[in-house]
C-alpha cells in the first residue's frame, strides 16, 4: 500500500528523524493558513507547495512550486489543486492532484551549494536482506543516476537478524563525504529511518533528497513510503491513511472479494488459481496471438460468487474480447468451479464476450461435462495446448 509523502513524514517524525515540517491543504485558503503558520515557526517567508498524488516525477511535471511569500502561496495551491498531474509513473491518463503538502523552505538564504542525497531502504529477494542503496548524487531521478554514473550508486546489505549495524551507518556517512557535525547528525538520521522502515513494515523507503545544510543539519526533504499488504493488519493508523481515490478502482473492488487483480493494457482476460498459473497463462495469451488484460488470481476458493465478481470486475474493460479461465483443482475442485462459472453465467445472463475455461484436477471430466452442457458461450479446454487454440480461434475473428 502506498502513501501520501505529508503521510510519510508523520511516520519519519515519529521516529526522531529531522524533515521539513508541513502540512496538507484541500483549498488555497487552507494553504495560506499553514503558510502564516510556519512563517510564524521559522520565520522564512519562502515556502514549498507539492502536490500530494502516488507518483514520482511531480517537480517535472510542475506539481512542486516554490512560493517567495504568503500571497505566492494562495495562487500556486490554487494552480496545482485540481489539475492532473502526468508524470512517468502515472502513465498518459496522469492523476488529479486532491491535496497539496505546504512545507518550510530548508534551504537557508544565500547558501549557493546545498548538498543533496538520495538514501533507500528496500528488500532484496534474491538474497534475503535489506538494502540501503544511497548517492551522493541526490535530488534527481535514481535511475538516470544509475544509467549515467552507476559508480555513484551505493549498496549496504543488512542483516535483518541483526538489523542496521554502527559500522555500516560509518560507512555510509564516509561514502557521502561526510564529516564533523554531518557525519554525527547522518548517524542519528540512518538510525531514524531503519527504525522508520522496520516498524511499519514498508516494502520501500525512498528519501530523495536528503539535504546537508550549511550549519551541518540532516534532514528528510521528500519520502516515499510503500507498505507490506500483508502486514496492515499490525497497522491500524496506518490503513487508515490508505487513499482509494490514488488507486485503480477495479483493484479497490476486486480487493473487497479478496481477489489479487491487477489490470493490464491487453484484450484477453484472465482467471486463474495461483500466481505461478497466473504468469504461465499470460505467456499462453501472449504466445497465442493476444494481449493479457489483466492479472487475476481467485486463490484457492474459487466459488460462484468469487467468479461472478471476477467476471464484473474483467468485464468493465472495453477492451477485453475474451476471457480464459484457468484452474487447477487440488484444494478446490474443477467440478465446483465448473457449477461456480454456469451459476454466475446464470446470474449475469448471456456474456457479451467467449469464455474459455481450462479446468485440470480434481473432478475435471466432470467438470468439462458441466461447461459443454451449460448452454452457455462457454468453451471447455483440457490441455494448454486446447485453451491456446480456442485463444487464437477467437483472436482470427
Known amino acids: 500500500m502506498n502513501i501520501h509523502e505529508y503521510q510519510g513524514i508523520s511516520i519519519l517524525k515519529n521516529n526522531n528523524v529531522r524533515i521539513a515540517e508541513g502540512f496538507v491543504a484541500e483549498t488555497p485558503e487552507q494553504a495560506v493558513i499553514i503558510a502564516q503558520q510556519l512563517k510564524e515557526k521559522f520565520g522564512s517567508d519562502k515556502f514549498v507547495v507539492k502536490a500530494q498524488i502516488h507518483a514520482g516525477g511531480r517537480g517535472k511535471a510542475g506539481g512542486v512550486k516554490i512560493a517567495k511569500s504568503i500571497d505566492e502561496v494562495a495562487g500556486i495551491a490554487g494552480d496545482i489543486l485540481g489539475m492532473r498531474l502526468v508524470t512517468r509513473q502515472t502513465g498518459p491518463e496522469g492523476k488529479e492532484v486532491k491535496k497539496v503538502l505546504i512545507s518550510q523552505n530548508v534551504y537557508y538564504p544565500g547558501e549557493t551549494d546545498p548538498r543533496e542525497y538520495y538514501i533507500g531502504i528496500l528488500l532484496d529477494r534474491d538474497r534475503g536482506r535489506y538494502v540501503i542503496m544511497y548517492s551522493p548524487e541526490g535530488g534527481m531521478d535514481i535511475e538516470a543516476v544509475a544509467e549515467k554514473t552507476p559508480h555513484l550508486i551505493f549498496r549496504e546489505y543488512i542483516d535483518p537478524c541483526l538489523g542496521l549495524q554502527a559500522y555500516q551507518m560509518r560507512k555510509i556517512a564516509f561514502n557521502l563525504g561526510l564529516e564533523g557535525e554531518a557525519f554525527k547528525d547522518m548517524l542519528r538520521f540512518l538510525d531514524g529511518l531503519y527504525e522508520a522502515f522496520i516498524d511499519s513494515d514498508a516494502q520501500l523507503l525512498e ?85 493479457p488484460a489483466n492479472f487475476l488470481d481467485v486463490g484457492g476458493t474459487a466459488s460462484a460468487e468469487t467468479v461472478e465478481a471476477g467476471f464484473r470486475i474483467i468485464l468493465k474493460d472495453p477492451n477485453v474480447r475474451a476471457i480464459l479461465i484457468n484452474i487447477f483443482g487440488g484444494i478446490v475442485r474443477c467440478d465446483r468451479v465448473a457449477n461456480g462459472v454456469v451459476e454466475a453465467c446464470k446470474s449475469m445472463g448471456e456474456l457479451p464476450v467467449p469464455v474459455i475455461v481450462r479446468l485440470q484436477g480434481t473432478n475435471a471430466e466432470e467438470a468439462k461435462k458441466i461447461i459443454d452442457n451449460s448452454g452457455f458461450k462457454v468453451f471447455s479446454a483440457i490441455s494448454f495446448e486446447d485453451a491456446a487454440k480456442r485463444v487464437e480461434q477467437v483472436m482470427s475473428h
Do not use: Q
Not at 224 to 239: M, P
Not at 246 to 274: Q, R, S
Open 207 to 291: 528519501i530523495n533528497p536528503v539535504l546537508k545544510t550549511s550549519d551541518n543539519k540532516i534532514l528528510a526533504v521528500d519520502c516515499k513510503f510503500s507498505i507490506d499488504d500483508s502486514a496492515l493488519y499490525r497497522h491500524k493508523d496506518i490503513i487508515a491513511m490508505r487513499d482509494l481515490s490514488e488507486e485503480d478502482p477495479t483493484e479497490v473492488e476486486a480487493g473487497k472479494h479478496n481477489l489479487n487483480f491487477v489490470k493490464l493494457d491487453g484484450n484477453v482476460a484472465c482467471m486463474v488459481n495461483g500466481a505461478g498459473l497466473a504468469m504461465a497463462t499470460m505467456d499462453l495469451i501472449k504466445l497465442s496471438g493476444g494481449n
